[in-house]
């Protein structure tokens, strides 16, 4: 009988200055060992060289304030990685953008990126995606009801998208809400981070 191995898991979420990349810096970056809520957890705050963007600041609630007598990345770049090089598996919520952020940091203060490459990514948004899927017909299924005939068909498609977003609008008690909030949150779905 082949005897299974443990696997090291390691979950991981940054909150930053914005969503660009190449500009925005990580301000706090915590790393859990396992999926117990007993888990051993890391938090750092970092200060960042750029400034936090409102918008950015409004969803996470970080200050530059809160993070003036906070290290800078360089300081925590080492204890950040040995965590990730006991890891056999990395877990993250749309985790692109966290890993994206973070091997930005470290070209920032020109140390080689973190190797990825050997570590199963598992992504709890994509997963769920998968298993849950969010096809028109879905949500079609979920928020009319019933599935509908046609499907693809570009008239069939407007019909059940005008009849999903009204079930969507009650379901999410959004009925007589303003147009341009409900806009909003959708143009905010766009970021790399949508769940942010």
């Known amino acids: ?16 200055t914005g969503t660009d990349r190449a500009a ?10 396992g999926l117990g809520e007993d888990a051993p ?22 200050s530059a304030d809160d993070l003036a007598g906070c290290p800078q990345f360089a300081a925590v770049a080492d204890a950040i990685a040995e965590v990730f090089a006991r890891a056999d598996v990395v877990v993250g919520y749309n985790i692109s953008f966290d890993i994206d952020m973070l091997q930005a940091e470290y070209a920032r203060i020109e140390r080689p990126p973190l190797d990825f490459a050997a570590l199963r990514i598992v992504d ?15 949500a079609h299924q979920r928020f ?8 693809h068909s570009a008239s069939a498609d ?22 341009a909030q409900i806009a909003s949150v959708c143009e905010s779905g766009r970021d790399s981070k949508p769940n942010r």
Not at 1 to 16: A, Y
């Open 144 to 151: 009319v009801g019933n599935s509908f005939a046609a499907a």
């Open 41 to 62: 957890r890391h938090v750092w705050r970092i200060r960042p060289s750029v400034a936090i963007h409102p918008g950015a600041q409004a969803i996470h609630g970080i």
């Open 1 to 16: 009988m082949r005897q299974q191995s443990v696997e090291r898991i390691v979950i991981f979420d940054c909150e930053t």
């Open 24 to 33: 925005d810096q990580i301000i706090e970056l915590c790393i859990q060992e």
């Open 124 to 138: 709890a948004l994509r997963l769920w995606q998968h298993c849950e899927p969010r096809s028109l017909q879905h």
């Open 158 to 179: 407007v019909a059940a998208t005008g009849r999903v977003l009204a079930g969507m609008l009650e379901a999410f008690d959004l009925a007589g809400q303003d147009w």
